[in-house]
């Protein structure tokens, strides 16, 4: 409604029927859908009124000058005329800022017109709004009793801007450096957040997944999912026998009681405090029928040796008849003496060969995609490729990563030099079990020479 359309006329009321209006905004409305261009002001100027066929719309000045103020202190949410005019004298349009100023004597006038410009006025409404869950997420929160608090609680407490305050007190977070590191590790909530530092989770989506699976603790998921990787439609107590039979010592003989003997043993990893299996912890192995089921029937166990049904014992193979995989970069940079060679195909082509000689007949290798580029020999590859599977990991990958997740996946023999000292501190699986599967080696002008091949 713009002003100059209006002429205000002074006018009595006389045998006129009229009709009393509550909100001077549906009065507004009604002159802006009617086009009216004139409105009457009654009784020494304390009513605005309007004419409509045989009606007078009316309604209570309350000190107003003009319909359009009182519309805006209306908006604004003042709430008298005295105060509209005293903070207009005083350029300030919205009561909030206006009570700012008196109530609590900020004289600041740019101070006040940042808390308008960046929107703490509707910051405020929104805090209201979101009043009852930031109460719930934090008890001993001490509710703001207007904008100026809010804007107070984000400077002192160094938030960007109240969006991000009132988000971090929606989730229950106390100051903004727990806010932001709680974020970026995926969590809206310091319940959860709090609750995944205890446990080791490193993010939201691994302690989201966590719980869905009924597991309390990162170490806990690990063993988990190391255990559902290699055979992810066995029962667990079945992974892991297979886990124990790929670490026991080649030409061995062992029997069902002293592989019985050995999972109850490293069971222990898989129960709580009193002893209990944890819940997703699925078994099936009972009696000694069960185990001698499972060494004679599964195939996964067939390879790492063979059941004597006449004298009930597990011979365990010797390595040679186990698949192998090799650390490519590190065998091509073959090292002597501590001094690392420029990489070739030649060191690979000889390894190979010497690993057929000793039975071998499996084997697999992983290289960094940076090794072609290295080579002193890379015209040898396609005579590599003739020799054994060679794998690249992808640019910006290290193959590290491939080669244990291979050796997690199907329990095979790992030929490297490198001790895996950097994966071993972040991965408790490796920790625990690479040196297991881990070959050594060294290759010199006589041969390729490794002391755990007979």
């Known amino acids: 409604m713009k002003p100059n359309q209006i002429n205000y006329i002074k006018a009595k009321v006389q045998n006129t029927a009229i009709i009393e209006l509550e909100n001077v905004v549906d009065l507004c409305k009604y002159i802006e859908q009617h086009n009216v261009k004139e409105v009457f002001i009654f009784d020494n100027a304390t009513k605005f009124g309007v004419l409509s066929h045989q009606f007078i719309l009316q309604i209570h000045s309350n000190g107003y000058e003009t319909l359009e103020d009182a519309k805006t202190a209306f908006l604004n949410k003042f709430p008298s005329a005295t105060d509209f005019y005293n903070a207009k004298k005083e350029g300030l349009c919205n009561y909030e800022l206006y009570e700012m ?190 185990y001698i089921s499972f060494l004679e029937t599964n195939s996964e166990a067939a390879q790492f040796g063979h059941y004597d049904t006449d004298g009930e014992f597990l011979e365990i193979y010797q390595l040679q008849n186990r698949s192998i995989v090799i650390d490519g970069s590190n065998v091509a940079h073959n090292s002597q003496n501590g001094v690392p060679e420029k990489p070739s195909i030649a060191n690979l082509i000889k390894m190979v060969r010497f690993l057929k000689t000793k039975g071998f007949s499996d084997i697999l290798i992983i290289a960094d995609a940076s090794l072609r580029h290295k080579l002193i020999d890379l015209d040898k590859l396609p005579q590599l490729n003739d020799e054994a599977k060679y794998l690249i990991a992808p640019a910006g990958v290290e193959a590290d990563v491939y080669l244990i997740d291979h050796v997690k996946r199907k329990h095979c023999l790992l030929l490297s030099n490198d001790a895996f000292k950097q994966y071993k501190m972040t991965d408790p699986w490796v920790a625990v079990n690479i040196d297991y599967y881990r070959l050594t080696f060294m290759i010199t002008e006589e041969g390729v020479f490794m002391p755990d091949i007979k």
């Open 101 to 290: 100023k008196t109530k609590f004597g900020i004289q600041d006038k740019e101070k006040l017109e940042k808390i308008e410009s960046e929107g703490y006025l509707i910051g405020f409404e929104q805090y209201k709004t979101d009043f009852v869950a930031i109460q719930k997420a934090n008890v001993a929160f001490q509710p703001f009793q207007n904008a100026l608090e809010l804007y107070n609680y984000v400077i002192e407490n160094q938030f960007e801007d109240y969006n991000q305050a009132l988000k971090s007190l929606v989730g229950g977070f106390t100051n903004v450096e727990e806010y932001k590191s709680a974020k970026e590790k995926g969590f809206e909530m310091n319940k959860d957040y709090k609750d995944a530092l205890v446990n080791g989770f490193p993010n939201f989506s691994e302690y989201q997944k966590a719980k869905e699976e009924k597991v309390k603790t990162y170490l806990e998921y690990i063993d988990k999912h190391n255990l559902e990787m290699s055979s992810p439609d066995l029962p667990h107590d079945q992974s892991l026998l297979l886990l124990l039979l790929s670490k026991l010592e080649q030409g061995k003989k062992i029997g069902v009681t002293k592989l019985k003997i050995l999972l109850e043993q490293t069971l222990s990893q898989y129960k709580t405090k009193d002893g209990k299996l944890f819940d997703w912890f699925k078994t099936s192995l009972k009696k000694n029928k069960d």
